[in-house]
C-alpha cells in the first residue's frame, strides 16, 4: 500500500511546488474514517482511494484533484459529511466529493428508460467540472482491475456498465490508453472463453516473433536517425485483446487473416518533423492502399492528433504506424487531463496552442445542451450511446466548416449537423459539386452542400437512414409535430361541427379556462387529443358551455316501424324499431359532412379492414389514437358503436376527375373445385382492369371452394360490373361483397 510520502513524491516529480499540506491531510482524514473496513478481496478499504490516486498522479493532475480521488468514498461510506469535508478541505474539493457520491449511487445498467435517466445524471454531473469525471474514471479503473473477488453476477453487470458506458467516455475524452484498458478488464468478464482464446493465439503469436518488435523498432529508429531526425523515439506494441476481437468481428476475418496485430509510435519534436518522418517511412517501404490518415490537420473532436499509416516494413510485416508529437502523444495517451497542465497560459508547445476549453470537454457540454430540447429518456441514451461509440468522418460545407460525423453518415446527418432547421428542409445534396442521392454514404474530404425547400417536412423513413443521434432525434420531433398538425387540423373542424349544431360558435381562446377539466395543458393538444379520438368533441362543448343540453330530435317516420333520428354528430339515422339498430345512412354525405380524398400520407384517416370505395355510403368512427376510422355503412362493426353517437363523424367522398387512387374492397366466392377455376376468375379480374391485393382459399365442400379476394378498384361501379362478370362464370356458384 502507498505511504504518504510515495503519493507526495509522486506529485512532486510534475509540480515541484506542490500543496504537501493538503495531500498530507486529506491522506490522514481518508485513512482514520476508512479505518477498519475491508474491501471484498480482505484488503484494507484505503488500498482503494489511494490506488486511485496513485492512477490520477500518472496522469499528471494537480493536488486537489489527488485530494478527491482520497476522499471519495468517504460521505458514501463513513461518517463523513458535506459540510465537514467543506470546512476542512473548502466548498471546492466538497462539491467534487460530493458528486462522485452521486455518481456511484447511479445504476448504469438497468432497465432502459431507467439507465437513461441515470446517464442524464452521470453527464450533468460531470459537466459542471471535469475532474470529476477523471476521479471515476480513475475509480472504475482500478475497481475492473480488482474485480475478480465479486460475484459472477456482480462482475457480468459491473463489466457491462463499463464497457457501455466508461470505455467509451473515456474515449470520447481523448483517453484511449484508459478506453483500452478498461475494454480489456470488461471483455474478460463479458466474454471469458473469447478473451482467453485471442489472448493465447497473441502470446503464441509473440513467442513465434520473440525480438521482432524491437528489430523493428531498431530499423525504423535507426533509418529517420540517419536522415537527420534526432531524438527521435520509436516505440512498438501488440494489440490489445479486445482490440483483435473487435476486428475480427467487424471485418469477419479469422486470427490468420489479421495483418497488423502491431502498432508503432514515431513521437518527434514538433509538426514538421512529423510530416517528413512520414516521408521517410513512405519513400523506404511499401504503402498499404486506403490505411492513411491525417488527424493533424484533422484532429479528432476529442482532441487526437497523430499522422496514421500503414506499411508492408521490417521483415514483411503489414505494421501500423502513428507518426505525433510529444505533446500529441501527451494528450494521446491522457486526453482531457493532458490539458490541465496547461489550463492557465496558450504557450505554443512544439508549435500546438492549448486553449483553456478542449475540444473533448467541448463535446460533452455539447451532449448536456441537447437534455433541454426536450427528448425522452431513451431517445436521449440513444443518442448518446451513437455518439460515444461512433469513428468519425471529416466534412465541409462550401464555406470550408468543418463538419465530424459518424463514419456512415449520410448528407442528412450532415444537414442536421449544420442546424437542425436545415436538416428539416433538406431535399438534396451535392457532394463534391455533384447531385447525389440522400442515402450516400460520406467519405473523409467530402464537400457537402444541402438542397433545401421551405416546405418539406423530413420522411418519418428518414430516420432508418441516417446514423446520428442528433438527426434521429430531430426526425422525430419533426414526424410527432407534422402528425399533432394533422390531428389538429381535424380536430378543429371536428369542434366547429359540434359547436355548430349546438348552435355555438368554437374558438380557441374560449377552450382556454377549461383546459384544466379537459385535461391538457395547451390549446392545440386539447384541438389534437379531439383529432386522436382521445376526447370527445362533446366533451369539449361541455366544458365550455356548462348548461348545454345534449338533444336528441326524434322525427316522425314516414314508414310503419321505422323512424329517423339525429344523433348530436349530426348524423341522420333510418331505425328498425329502437335507437340501436343503426343501419342506413340518409343524410351522411351531404354537403356539412368532411370531405375525404383518399389516404396517401395522411395519418388521421383510414379504412376498416374490409375496405371501402367510391360510391358506398360510408361514415367516419374517431377511434383512439386512430382518428378516423372509414367504414361502408353496411358494415356490421358500426353496430357496437351505436350508443356512442358522439363518435360519429358526416364524411363524404370528395374525388376529382384525375384520382389515380385504388381502394380496397372484399369480395368471396364460392366455386366448383375443379381445375382452372381460379384461372376463369383471374381473367376476369384482369380483364376488368382490377388488382388482387390478397387472396385466401379453403374448401367448404367436397366439390366446392371458397375464395376471399381483397381487391384494388377504381369505384363501385367498376366494382359491381366484376361481381357481375364473375357472377356469369359457369364454375361460380355464388359472389357477393363482404364487409366487416
Known amino acids: 500500500m502507498m505511504r504518504q510520502y510515495e503519493l507526495v513524491e509522486r506529485v512532486q516529480k510534475y509540480k515541484p511546488d506542490v500543496n504537501e499540506a493538503l495531500l498530507n491531510k486529506a491522506y490522514v482524514y481518508a485513512m482514520q474514517k476508512h479505518g477498519q473496513q475491508k474491501r471484498a478481496s480482505g484488503d484494507p478499504y484505503i488500498s482503494h482511494p489511494l490506488e486511485v490516486a496513485a492512477i490520477l498522479t500518472e496522469m499528471h493532475l494537480d493536488e486537489s484533484t489527488i485530494a478527491v480521488a482520497l476522499l471519495h468514498d468517504t460521505i458514501e461510506d463513513t461518517t463523513a459529511t458535506r459540510a465537514e469535508i467543506d470546512d476542512l478541505f473548502g466548498e471546492d474539493i ?16 438497468t432497465k432502459k428508460a431507467k ?94 516473433n520473440e525480438g521482432l518488435i524491437k528489430k523493428i523498432e531498431d530499423e525504423l529508429g535507426e533509418l529517420l536517425q540517419a536522415r537527420g531526425l534526432t531524438g527521435t523515439l520509436v516505440k512498438g506494441r501488440q494489440k490489445k485483446p479486445y482490440s483483435v476481437f473487435k476486428k475480427m468481428q467487424s471485418k469477419s476475418l479469422s ?22 518522418a512520414l516521408g521517410i517511412v513512405h519513400t523506404r517501404w511499401r504503402v498499404v492502399p486506403g490505411r492513411f490518415k491525417d488527424y493533424i490537420s484533422t484532429p479528432k473532436q476529442n482532441d487526437y492528433q497523430s499522422i496514421h499509416t500503414t506499411i508492408v516494413g521490417p521483415s514483411r510485416q503489414r505494421i501500423e504506424l502513428q507518426i505525433r508529437t510529444r505533446l500529441m502523444h501527451e494528450i494521446a495517451e491522457y486526453g482531457i487531463a493532458a490539458h490541465t497542465l496547461y489550463k492557465d497560459s ?19 457540454r455539447r451532449t448536456i445542451e441537447s437534455l433541454a430540447e426536450g427528448d425522452n429518456p431513451e431517445e436521449f441514451l440513444e443518442h448518446t450511446k451513437l455518439e460515444l461509440f461512433q469513428d468519425q468522418v471529416f466534412c465541409f460545407t462550401p464555406k470550408g466548416q468543418l463538419i465530424a460525423l459518424p463514419r456512415g453518415a449520410t448528407p442528412i446527418d450532415f444537414a442536421y449537423a449544420v442546424h437542425t432547421n436545415i436538416g428539416d428542409t433538406c431535399v438534396g445534396a451535392k457532394i463534391n459539386g455533384r447531385i447525389m442521392p440522400l ?55 371536428i369542434l366547429e361541427r359540434t359547436f355548430e349544431r349546438a348552435g355555438k360558435a368554437f374558438t380557441r381562446e374560449a377552450m382556454k379556462p377549461v383546459l384544466h377539466r379537459l385535461g391538457q395543458k395547451e390549446i392545440e393538444d386539447a384541438i389534437a387529443a379531439v383529432g386522436r ?54 343524410e351522411g354525405e351531404g354537403p356539412e359532412a ?89 381473367q376476369a379480374i384482369a380483364t376488368s382492369d382490377i388488382n388482387i391485393r390478397t387472396l385466401s382459399m379453403g374448401q367448404v365442400a367436397a366439390d366446392f371452394s371458397e375464395f376471399q379476394l381483397d381487391l384494388e378498384v377504381w369505384d363501385l361501379r ?19 361483397r363482404v364487409f366487416e
Request: negative net charge; hydrophobic residues 40%; proline residues 5%.
Open 94 to 109: 466538497g462539491a467534487l466529493v460530493e458528486g462522485l457520491t452521486k455518481i456511484k449511487k447511479l445504476d448504469l445498467v
Open 115 to 208: 439507465q437513461a435517466e441515470n446517464l442524464r445524471k452521470l453527464l450533468l454531473a460531470i459537466s459542471d467540472d471535469v475532474r470529476v469525471l477523471l476521479v471515476k474514471l480513475a475509480d472504475r479503473l482500478h475497481n475492473m482491475r480488482t474485480l475478480d473477488h465479486m460475484s459472477a453476477e456482480k462482475r457480468a453487470r459491473i463489466s457491462e456498465e463499463t464497457m457501455d458506458i466508461y470505455a467509451p467516455l473515456a474515449g470520447r475524452m481523448g483517453m484511449q490508453d484508459m478506453r483500452e484498458e478498461l475494454e480489456n478488464l470488461a471483455f474478460r468478464h463479458i466474454n471469458s472463453e473469447a478473451f482467453e482464446t485471442v489472448t493465447k493465439r497473441l502470446e503464441e503469436l509473440s513467442t513465434r
Open 255 to 276: 486470427f490468420e487473416q489479421l495483418s497488423d496485430v502491431w502498432g508503432f509510435r514515431i513521437v518527434v519534436a514538433d509538426i514538421p518533423d512529423c510530416y517528413r
Open 346 to 364: 496558450a504557450e505554443p508547445v512544439g508549435e500546438v496552442k492549448l486553449s483553456p476549453k478542449s475540444n473533448a470537454y467541448s463535446w460533452l
Open 439 to 493: 442515402v450516400t454514404r460520406l467519405n473523409n474530404g467530402d464537400e457537402v452542400e444541402i438542397v433545401r425547400s421551405g416546405i418539406q417536412v423530413p420522411p418519418p423513413a428518414w430516420e432508418e437512414i441516417v446514423v446520428t443521434g442528433k438527426a434521429r432525434a430531430a426526425i422525430r420531433r419533426a414526424t410527432r409535430a407534422a402528425v399533432r398538425k394533422q390531428y389538429s387540423g381535424l380536430g378543429y373542424r
Open 533 to 586: 379520438g382521445e376526447l370527445s368533441s362533446l366533451d369539449v362543448l361541455r366544458a365550455v358551455f356548462p348548461d348545454h343540453q345534449d338533444e336528441r330530435v326524434t322525427v316522425k317516420p314516414q314508414d310503419e316501424g321505422w323512424f329517423n333520428m339525429r344523433s348530436a354528430a349530426g348524423m341522420v339515422f333510418k331505425l328498425p324499431g329502437r335507437p340501436k339498430d343503426m343501419f342506413d345512412v340518409l
Open 594 to 682: 368532411l370531405p375525404i380524398r383518399g389516404l396517401s400520407g395522411n395519418a388521421e384517416v383510414h379504412f376498416s379492414a374490409s375496405g371501402a370505395v367510391p360510391g358506398d355510403r360510408i361514415v367516419g368512427i374517431m377511434e383512439k389514437d386512430k382518428g378516423i376510422t372509414i367504414y361502408p355503412i353496411q358494415s356490421p362493426s358500426l353496430q357496437k358503436f351505436d350508443e356512442e353517437s358522439e363518435r360519429w363523424i358526416d364524411i363524404r367522398w370528395d374525388l376529382d376527375e384525375a384520382n389515380n387512387t385504388r381502394f380496397m374492397a372484399r369480395i368471396q366466392i364460392n366455386a366448383l373445385n375443379e381445375p382452372g377455376t381460379l384461372a376463369e376468375i383471374a
Open 718 to 736: 367498376q366494382l359491381n360490373h366484376l361481381i357481375t362478370q364473375i357472377r356469369e362464370l359457369p364454375s361460380v356458384s355464388t359472389v357477393k
